[in-house]
Structures are given as C-alpha cells and as structure tokens.
C-alpha cells in the first residue's frame, strides 16, 4: 500500500489532528474501569475477572505494536490506522456481543484481544510521520498526540457512565453501551484515515530521492545496541512507578488519611483521580515539548530522579500533608505522561527517522512488562501488609519504597546511555552498492 503524499502547500498541521483522532478514541481503554461494576453485577464476575479484557488489552497493545511496527513503516500511516479503526471497533462490536449472549469469554476475546491489536497499531500509527513532519520538534509533536490517549479517558468515563445510566447496568444495556462506542469511534478514527498524509520526497538534481543522512539504525539492528535496551529499562521503570499509584489512586488516598481528622470522601477520591488524569495528559505535551529545549537524557534525569524524591516524600510525609501527597502523585503522574511523549523523539535522537516507528513498537514491550508489574506490586503489598494487620500508609510504605528503588535503576540506565557505534548504522542500497564498486576496484 502507498503511504498518502501531501500534495504541494499541505500544512504539517493537519497531521497532528489526525493523529489525535485516532489516539483520543483508543485512550478509551483508560476508562475501561467504568465498565467493571456493572459487568460484575451482570455476569456475576470477580473483580480479577473484570479487568482482565483491559489487562489482556495491554498486553497486546505491547505485542502488536511490536510485531507490527515494522508492517506500519513499510504500509505507512494510513494503513495502520484503517487496521487500528477496524480492529478496536470490531473489538466493541464482538464485546457488545458477547455482553448481548452473556458469553464474556467473547467480552474478552472481542474487546482484549482484537482491540487490543487495534490499540498497539493505532498507538503507533502516526509516530515516525509525525516526526519526519517536524524534525525541529519531534518531542512536542509526539507530545500532542499521545497526549490524546492520556485524554481519550477524561472524554470516555462520563460518556460511558452516562450510557451506563441511560441504557441500564443489565447485560442488555452494557452491550447497547459497546455498540455505540465501537459505531462511535469507527466515525471519529475514519476522519484521521482521511486526514493523514506523509511528506513529499525531496528529489536530487537526478531526480532520484536523496540518502538518508546522520544516524540511521534499522529496528533489526537497533534491537542489537545496548542504547535500546538502556531506554527500554528507563521506560519500563518510570512507567511500572507511575502505572503503581494511577491503578489504585482512590483508595490510596484514602487510606492514607483514613485516621486524620479530614477523612477523604469517595467523591473527594474520585476527584483526585479525574486530577491525575489530567497531570498525565498535560505531562505529555508539557515535557515532551520541553525535552526539544534541554534534550531528552536531560528530560529523563527529571522524570526519574525528580519522580524517586517524590516518592520519598510521599513516604515522608504524605500522610501529614494532604496537599503535599496530591502536589507529589500529580508531578509523578505528569512524569509518568511524559515519559511516554518523549520517548519516540529520544529513539529519533538515537537512531535517526528511517525505522523510528518500528524501533518505538518494539520498546513499547516495556509498557506491557510494566502494566503487569506496577499493579502487582502495590496490590501484592497492599495485601500482604493487611494480613499482617497493618492498615492506613502502612499498607503502602514498602510498596512506595520499592518505586524509588525501581526509578534510580532507570535513572542508572539512562545514564548509561551513549551515541549508538556506527557498526550498527544502516547503509542505504544506493551508496552501499558504490561502496563495493570502489572496493572491487581497489582490489583490481
């Protein structure tokens, strides 16, 4: 399939547009959490049970974007996100389904699973054209559109809960809800197929496209560096400490202040959750554009040193101080968005543009790592502290203490991190073949 050409005179930005059609749908799965009690009560399910079509839609997020990454540079844009607009929209009309039937093994399979490749693709889809579009800022272009999947849930909880209410919590209503969410977003996802288009060519005075220059690492070769694998530690390790407290934030806060006088009131929680949501969708366009300014090791010294003090006050003090426990998650939440904006635009730095989406798939097995690992942990903790009779901080203190232990490991990683050997550069076909002319003539 031929990527679409912007014709002569098409603005670069139309494109980020496009690429927030598709990422403000597919952030839907961060309000996956408004379905849960209603599918408990429906279908008679566990908590476990409940989450698991996010969970397995996280997982394959990572997987399909990593296996796929490389599909999305040859196809182009349009064509990952028409395959993510068919699969996360197939994914809600198979869950509305299964919710109809009462089959919630088709819940899981349709939403988890096929959406869950439409989330990895559709993640991905604009990376690397938005950053051939602005190679003087890539980080705040990246910026603004993961910024719409950190958005997409601010939009999807009260539009979902409404339907909820509207429609009915029975299993008739949920799968009357699915079904307009997956109609939904197949209309609003079409306009980014429509609106998206990849940068002319520059041509030589032989008409012929010029070399690629600087930096250029295959994702075959790129997975080869030590550099990848530095910056799939720091990304797995900010995102496993940000992922910890966004999982379980209203009852964090209030068990945190369960024993004060100024208790936190389950709608006072609700609303520290909805002001996290907000910190990470600000955090991506915030910091991603400010790593253009100070560089991207500079960026992620922030996140991780900054975000392991945070924890430690929160550890110190938190429950002494309410605002200084909102102030501290908030920057870790903002932390947390922003590390996810900036990585692409860092990948770029490193291994230049020519297969920066297929690298960015790849790393993104680091998110999936940490989807299962920042939960497990703080609830794993949270559990164990209360059989042994521990309640309020706590249940959090060694949890907490963990997080910084996880955040100078990134810290450490990011450091280690150094301009890529040029063993590892890609050679174009054009000047690889003078390349062996010139030796098959010395030889000569």
Not at 51 to 70: H, R, Y
Not at 138 to 152: E, K, L, R, V, Y
Not at 269 to 292: P, Q
């Amino acid at each position: 399939m031929t990527p679409p050409i912007a014709p002569p005179g098409w603005s670069r930005w139309l494109v980020p547009p496009a690429a927030l059609s598709v990422h403000l749908s597919i952030g839907q799965a961060y309000a996956w959490s408004v379905f849960k009690p209603p599918l408990e009560s429906a279908l008679d399910l566990t908590g476990t049970q409940s989450a698991l079509p996010f969970q397995l839609g996280i997982v394959m997020l990572g997987l399909s974007a990593a296996f796929g990454g490389t599909l999305v540079e040859r196809n182009g844009p349009r064509w990952a996100m028409t395959v993510a607009l068919i699969c996360f929209s197939s994914g809600f009309l198979l869950a509305s389904l299964g919710a109809a039937t009462e089959q919630y093994w088709l819940i899981v399979f349709g939403y988890g699973f096929v959406g869950g490749v439409g989330l990895g693709i559709g993640y991905i889809s604009p990376v690397s054209t938005l950053i051939k579009w602005f190679p003087d800022r890539p980080g705040m272009a990246t910026g603004i559109a993961i910024m719409g999947f950190g958005g997409g849930a601010l939009i999807a909880s009260p539009w979902s809960a409404q339907m909820i209410e509207s429609f009915g919590a029975d299993s008739g209503g949920i799968a009357l809800a699915f079904l307009v969410h997956g109609l939904t977003y197949a209309v609003f996802m079409s306009l980014g197929v429509l609106l998206v288009r990849v940068p002319r060519p520059k041509e030589t005075a032989d008409g012929k496209p010029p070399e690629l220059t600087g930096v250029q690492v295959s994702a075959q070769q790129a997975i080869r560096t030590p550099q990848f694998w530095c910056l799939w530690v720091v990304l797995c390790m900010n995102v496993t400490a940000g992922i910890g407290i966004l999982e379980k934030a209203a009852p964090m806060i209030t068990d945190f202040f369960a024993d004060t006088s100024t208790p936190v009131s389950v709608s006072a929680a609700a609303g520290f959750v909805a002001l996290l949501s907000a910190a990470n969708m600000a955090g991506r366009i915030g910091w991603s554009s400010t790593s253009d300014l100070i560089g991207r090791k500079n960026i992620y010294r922030l996140y991780l040193g900054a975000g392991a003090v945070m924890y430690l006050l929160i550890v110190a003090f938190g429950d002494s101080s309410k605002p200084l426990f909102i102030l501290c998650a908030l920057v870790i939440l903002s932390f947390y968005g922003g590390g996810f904006a900036t990585i692409p635009a860092y990948l770029k730095d490193l291994f230049g543009t020519y297969q920066v989406g297929a690298i960015h798939g790849r790393l993104l097995t680091a998110w999936s790592t940490a989807g299962v690992l920042g939960p497990l942990i703080v609830n794993w903790v949270a559990d164990s502290q209360e059989s042994a009779g521990r309640s309020g901080p706590g249940l959090y203190g060694l949890s907490l203490t963990i997080m910084i232990g996880l955040l100078i490991v990134g810290f450490v990683a990011n450091e280690l991190v150094r301009p890529v050997d040029p063993r590892h550069h890609h050679i174009p076909a054009q000047r690889k073949a003078s390349d062996d002319s010139s030796v098959e003539q010395q030889s000569a």
